[in-house]
Each structure stands twice: as C-alpha cells, then as structure tokens.
C-alpha cells in the first residue's frame, strides 16, 4: 500500500511558477511508476506526467510539455512536478499518482493508477 499526500497548490498569475510536491508512505514507492494528474471544473480527469521507478524516462501531455517538469527522490519518497509559464487553463485540481500497473498499456490512462492522492487545487488567474 501507498499513500500520497499533495501540498504546494495555490494562487499564481499567468506566466508565473509553482512547484507541487507529493509525499508518499509505504516501502514500495520507489517501485512504481508515478504520475501527476489533474481536473479541471466540468471537465474529465487528464493526464499531465508521468516518471518511471529510477526517474530516468518521463512522458508529458502536449499541453505542457516544454512547460512543466516532473521529478521523484526516492529516498524522501517525494515526487514534484514543477510547473513554469502557468497559463489560466492550467487552473485545476491537481493529483498525484501511483502503482505497479502504471505503465502496462498506456501510462496515460488514470485507471492504470492504484494510488491516489487528495489533489491540491492550483489556480492561475489572467
């Protein structure tokens, strides 16, 4: 069993940064792929990132790749997605994830993901 725990959202202007972090329990964490996913009012749950058990291999939506960087350290058991040049429809819901199934498929596929956390929300105003 794993479990995470977001913190690091907030309020941030256009154009601004904000780095959210995930803290995760459990030994096994560093066995799993991870990723970050978030939800927009009205809108579906979306995948953002993702990171493989070493950190070496990472995979990004289109919509922010170049943008945002996701990162892990296994030894804290943290994860981190740092986010630049935010954009007012990156406002959402924020999660973090993670799981031994992450990336069998596709890894962008919420329900390949066993572990969740609560979400932080992040908000970018115009």
């Known amino acids: 069993q794993v479990q995470l725990v977001e913190s690091g959202g907030g309020l941030v202007q256009a154009g601004g940064s904000l780095r959210v972090s995930c803290a995760a329990s459990g030994r096994t964490f560093s066995s799993y792929p991870v990723g970050w996913f978030r939800q927009a009012p009205g809108k579906e749950r979306e995948f953002v990132a993702t990171i493989n058990r070493s950190g070496g291999i990472t995979y990004y939506a289109d919509s922010v790749k170049g943008r945002f960087t996701i990162s892990r350290d296994n030894a804290k058991n943290m994860m981190y997605l740092q986010m630049n040049s935010l954009k007012p429809e990156d406002t959402a819901v924020y999660y973090c994830?993670?799981?031994?199934?992450?990336?069998?498929?596709?890894?962008?596929?919420?329900?390949?993901?066993?572990?969740w956390g609560q979400g932080t929300q992040v908000t970018v105003s115009s």
């Open positions: 994830a993670a799981g031994p199934r992450a990336w069998i498929g596709t890894y962008s596929s919420s329900i390949n993901y066993d572990y």
